[in-house]
């Protein structure tokens, strides 16, 4: 009885008058129907005493009816009269619950856009923390039910009443409800974040989904922040975690070592491929538009690569290693060009790898094979020695100028090897979170190398694809996000604008931050692939007059009805012949202007298909649940030193 008043407290006013109505119908329905038996039958003795009287009229127990009728064939008549009287009054009850639960049609010739109601928000898959069996399910695909169980549940350093929460809120914090549920994404979908600078988007999304995102992660921490709040959580949940900052001097700020050229996949069907995605990414937009000198500078920059990869020995060359074969005052460009084209690459046992590969051998001008030496590092340099002196000066000095970072000494200490390697963020035996500082200072020279990261990530990690019998991608363990704040900062990346819609089904999430739509389009065009593929996307306040206009569009028109007065003869001082009119206009659900002035607390979050939903900014820092997080955690800090995969030894 108590659980059924709890719930009926819940219940609309619409149904509890609808109950109410049920109950009262069916009371006086008996009452009447009593009544007009006892009333055929001439108040007979048999009917028993009476409950009252009423101005000398004897008035029954409501019920007495159904007990009177043994004497359906004494009075048949009063009986059928009794029953039709009681079957009008519940038709007219149930009639009446029905005016009053009628929805009135509403008029949407202009558009029909509103708010989610709070049952459509339960639709809309962002409660994945109710049920057990989603988000244990990515814990058992990536194997870490027993880790989290070990780092959560049997903690004795989290309070009760947090840890089941702490447990079950995995995915992207997206924001909070009206009626105060958090809103999480753990879909397999890309997010997108438009929020202006100093709107708060750090201490409200990126460091409250770094409290409760539980795969891997890749975080643009531009500033350094999320490191220092969140690293030191990461790690105790059991994950490996790194800072790399390019510019870092290992005194005053500790960065992690990433070389990219470990990521080349030597002596395979795949090294060319490899090393030229690093030459594309690392030669500027603005050179490769230049018809003839960026694509041949790419070209001669992969040979190069290639070449310095087989020449270090007893370790793995990085870029400054190029950039130091490019300027070495040792040897003039046609000496250097000379060596690439008859080196002996090759000094394993077979032979015959490069012509295995390539299928080429490289034949030299005294008519005698060198199957050693590498066909196409080779060729390459020699159709640079047949050009004119100002053509290959010009592609030369186009490669050489992108290497010119690797010349700075912290660069190149930081990208000297790897401390671990691309697949170990998707395939390592714990989750493994890169905290990739980009300090604005220094965004030049950092934001080449995330490049350079992104898209090797993209090239490796997309490449390979096992289906199991549930239809599941299985060629990876854990799932990963980009979490790219300060997107559009980093510059265009070609193969993630091209990979955007199909690296979620890799187990690639990506969560883009920008600051506004110009952004956007500046960087990556009109017709970008990032729009059209996001499933959630998330709106701050915001001073830009684009941006709002964008968002007041996506949330589309509403119909309104408008009322408008007029008056006859005798005009408003009598109100004569005073006329009434309706008509509908359209209205967009929320202006520009309104967007330009909403509170510092309100986000409108978009998920695809949906209603929009009004939402509120949490700040983690009021939150108790995430101070938590934070406060049992000894805090980072620059100099903590990060973890390590790959020991120098298998550099």
């Not at 060319?272 to 603005?286: F, G, K, M, N, W």
Request: a positive charge.
């Amino acid at each position: 009885m108590m659980k059924w008043l709890v719930n009926f407290r819940k219940y609309s006013f619409q149904k509890k008058i609808s109950i109410f109505l049920i109950l009262v119908g069916f009371w006086v329905g008996c009452q009447v129907g009593t009544q007009t038996f006892a009333k055929k039958v001439g108040y007979h003795k048999a009917l028993g005493t009476p409950l009252f009287y009423y101005q000398k009229t004897p008035i029954y127990f409501p019920f007495s009816i159904f007990s009177w009728m043994k004497w359906e064939k004494s009075a048949p008549k009063a009986l059928d009269d009794a029953q039709l009287n009681m079957i009008t009054v519940l038709l007219i009850s149930v009639m009446s619950i029905g005016i009053i639960n009628k929805k009135k049609k509403k008029k949407d010739y202009y558009g029909s856009a509103s708010w989610a109601t709070k049952k459509e928000i339960e639709n809309m898959n962002f409660f994945p923390y109710l049920k057990k069996e989603i988000y244990e399910a990515d814990y058992h695909f990536s194997q870490t039910i027993a880790l989290y169980q070990e780092k959560i549940l049997r903690n004795c350093n989290i309070q009760t009443r947090m840890q089941q929460s702490e447990y079950a809120k995995s995915g992207v914090f997206v924001g909070r409800d009206a009626w105060g549920r958090d809103l999480i994404d753990l879909s397999p979908g890309h997010l997108m974040m438009i929020a202006k600078t100093g709107g708060g988007k750090g201490i409200s999304v990126v460091i409250t989904t770094l409290f409760t995102w539980k795969g891997s992660t890749i975080v643009n921490d531009v500033k350094g922040d999320n490191w220092l709040w969140t690293a030191a959580y990461r790690r105790r949940l059991g994950h490996k975690c790194f800072r790399f900052e390019a510019t870092a001097d290992g005194v005053e700020k500790v960065s992690c070592h990433y070389n990219p050229l470990a990521e080349i996949r030597k002596g395979t069907l795949w090294e060319y491929q490899d090393a030229r995605i690093i030459a594309e990414t690392l030669v500027s937009p603005d050179r490769l538009k230049d018809p003839f000198f960026g694509p041949n500078g790419v070209t001669y920059l992969t040979a190069v690569i290639l070449h310095v990869l087989y020449t270090v020995k007893r370790r793995v060359a990085n870029l400054p290693d190029v950039y130091n074969f490019m300027s070495s005052p040792q040897f003039t460009e046609e000496e250097k060009l000379k060596q690439m084209m008859t080196f002996e690459h090759n000094d394993t046992v077979n032979r015959n790898l490069f012509y295995e590969i390539y299928n080429d051998v490289i034949i030299l001008q005294d008519g005698e094979e060198s199957p050693r030496t590498h066909p196409r590092v080779s060729r390459v340099a020699a159709d640079m020695l047949g050009r004119s002196d100002k053509e290959r000066s010009g592609i030369i000095s186009t490669a050489k100028t992108e290497l010119e970072v690797f010349a700075i000494p912290t660069v190149a200490r930081n990208t000297a090897y790897s401390d671990f390697r691309i697949s170990d963020l998707q395939n390592y035996e714990v989750p493994v979170d890169l905290y990739f500082v980009t300090p604005i200072n220094a965004i030049d020279i950092t934001s080449t190398l995330l490049k350079l990261f992104l898209t090797q990530i993209l090239f490796i990690l997309t490449d390979k694809i096992e289906i199991n019998s549930k239809g599941e991608n299985t060629a990876y363990r854990h799932r990963l996000l980009l979490l790219m704040d300060e997107f559009t900062a980093i510059g265009r990346i070609d193969l993630l604008n091209k990979e955007v819609a199909l690296m979620r089904g890799h187990g690639i999430k990506g969560f883009f931050i920008i600051q506004d739509m110009k952004q956007l389009k500046a960087t990556y065009g009109e017709n970008n692939a990032f729009l059209g593929n996001m499933s959630t996307t998330i709106y701050y306040s915001t001073n830009d007059v684009d941006t709002a206009k964008y968002i007041e569009t996506r949330l589309g028109n509403k119909t309104e009805k408008m009322i408008t007065r007029s008056y006859g003869q005798g005009g408003i001082l009598f109100r004569k012949n005073l006329n009434y009119s309706e008509h509908y206009i359209a209205r967009p659900l929320m202006t520009a202007e309104e967007i330009h002035s909403m509170d510092e607390n309100t986000s409108i979050i978009l998920s695809a298909g949906k209603r929009p939903i009004k939402g509120k900014i949490v700040k983690w820092y009021e939150e108790p649940e995430f101070q938590n997080r934070f406060q049992r955690c000894p805090a980072a800090t620059n100099r903590t030193p990060s973890d390590v995969i790959m020991p120098i030894s298998e550099n």
